[in-house]
């Protein structure tokens, strides 16, 4: 069973023991696996105590609550470093019903990079929500409808929905439509003959042509002319579409993703934005977070996006702790800009606090940019001091950048008190004192 599987795969116990293994487990780890001894949190996370017990989603627990099979989306400790991995757990019962053990399948995420090689960095809490969103979609059909500030990185994750999908292998072909003309839009979108209009002076292939098979990105959908939407609605409906110039209607096949940073549900009520359209490509929207809500992959990104420019600098701990403050109101674009000013400044190695702009330095906060619920996890209503606590414990778990045992040190308590928090954090029961 467990080697018809071609991804990793461990048979557990349902006390965590991990019983067997097949060869990709043990190829992809490293090393072998103790059957009866080692445990799955141990191997996967190097936690001393079950995932739940850590401030995380754990599939065993849910499926041993439920009895049916359970997924989740964790950051794992994979052989070159944290990996986003898809894990399913699915119970097997002995003849008389009891769940005498598990199936856990182990998916690694290639799509999504929770180390800074890569292009779609992150492991917060806010960006594994999002990587689980993307794969869920990726293998249907599905018109998906990216939402999000400017700078947040949506063309990154149309492209790996594309690179999750079954057309991995088709083009991606984005359009940025706020960058078309008006008068030029049509023939970017479908083509046109030759002579169809002053200056066509040879036959021209649509966009909509070249994301045959693969698929097609439409960036700032909510800037396409509203004469054109029609147009747009009547290839997604029925595939067929006709260049400029041209009366032959013409077929074409893709799949579809939309992003805007725009209000369409405003657009709409003003007449801007086709309401039939709308419906057509937002089966299934998803929100990325601004930046200021991961705060804590601002370091990853940064030593990512520093690698991708080839430069040896790296940041400085001061100027690191400079950043975390930061707002970024242009997200991860703001971000880049303000690397590769630093680095022009900077003759040395190391990027300090003094190689960005005052306003960074600060920690400027507008009134814009108010904490988000990341930010602050009380919320605005008074509490008890209990659930404030209860709250507090389970917000800086999926925060912290660091192991448990530095954790502890940072909230002034043992390791012991702070599992029994977590844990009690997670039943909303009172943990003992």
């Not at 105590?49 to 041993?64: I, K, T, V, W």
């Not at 021209?204 to 004469?227: Q, S, Y």
């Not at 299934?284 to 420019?309: G, N, Q, T, Y």
């Amino acid at each position: 069973m467990l080697e018809s599987q071609p991804d990793p795969a461990i048979l557990v116990s349902p006390d965590y023991r991990i019983l067997a293994a097949n060869a990709a487990y043990e190829a992809h780890y490293g090393r072998g696996v103790r059957p009866g001894l080692d445990h799955c949190y141990a191997v996967s996370h190097g936690y001393p105590s079950p995932c739940d017990q850590n401030g995380e989603r754990c599939p065993l627990a849910a499926s041993q609550r439920s009895g049916a099979p359970a997924r989740v989306f964790h950051v794992h400790a994979g052989p070159a470093g944290p990996e986003h991995v898809d894990v399913s757990m699915k119970p097997l019962r002995s003849p008389d019903g009891d769940i005498d053990a598990f199936l856990e399948v182990i998916r690694p995420i290639p799509e999504a990079s929770a180390h800074p090689e890569g292009s779609f960095v992150g492991r917060s809490a806010a960006f594994v929500a999002i990587v689980e969103l993307l794969r869920r979609v990726a293998p249907s059909e599905t018109p998906v409808l990216i939402l999000g500030e400017s700078g947040t990185g949506k063309e990154l994750a149309a492209r790996a929905i594309h690179d999750a999908s079954p057309r991995r292998d088709g083009p991606f072909v984005p359009v940025e439509c706020s960058g078309l003309p008006e008068a030029l839009f049509e023939s970017e979108l479908f083509g046109h003959t030759k002579g169809a209009f002053t200056g066509a002076h040879e036959q021209k292939r649509g966009l909509v042509e070249a994301a045959a098979g693969g698929t097609l990105f439409l960036d700032e959908i909510g800037d396409v002319p509203p004469n054109l939407q029609v147009k747009l609605l009547r290839v997604l409906e029925s595939g067929l579409y006709r260049r400029v110039g041209d009366p032959t209607p013409r077929s074409t096949e893709f799949r579809l993703v939309c992003a805007t940073h725009q209000d369409l549900d405003a657009r709409m009520a003003t007449g801007e934005f086709r309401s039939d359209l709308y419906y057509r490509i937002s089966a299934f929207p998803i929100e990325l977070p601004p930046l200021r809500d991961r705060r804590e992959d601002v370091p990853l990104l940064a030593e990512a996006l520093l690698r991708s420019a080839g430069t040896e600098k790296r940041l400085s701990p001061a100027a690191a702790r400079a950043l975390a403050t930061y707002p970024f109101p242009g997200n991860v674009r703001e971000l880049r800009n303000l690397l590769e000013r630093a680095v022009l400044l900077s003759d040395s190695d190391r990027l300090e606090p003094v190689h960005f702009p005052t306003r960074v330095r600060a920690g400027t906060r507008s009134e814009a940019t108010v904490p988000s619920s990341a930010d602050a996890p009380f919320g605005p209503e008074v509490l008890p001091l209990r659930e404030v606590e209860r709250r507090y414990v389970r917000w800086a778990a999926e925060r912290f950048d660091g192991d448990r045992r530095a954790l502890a040190r940072a909230l002034g308590i043992s390791e012991r008190t702070l599992y029994r928090r977590l844990e009690a954090s997670a039943t909303d029961e009172e943990p003992e004192r």
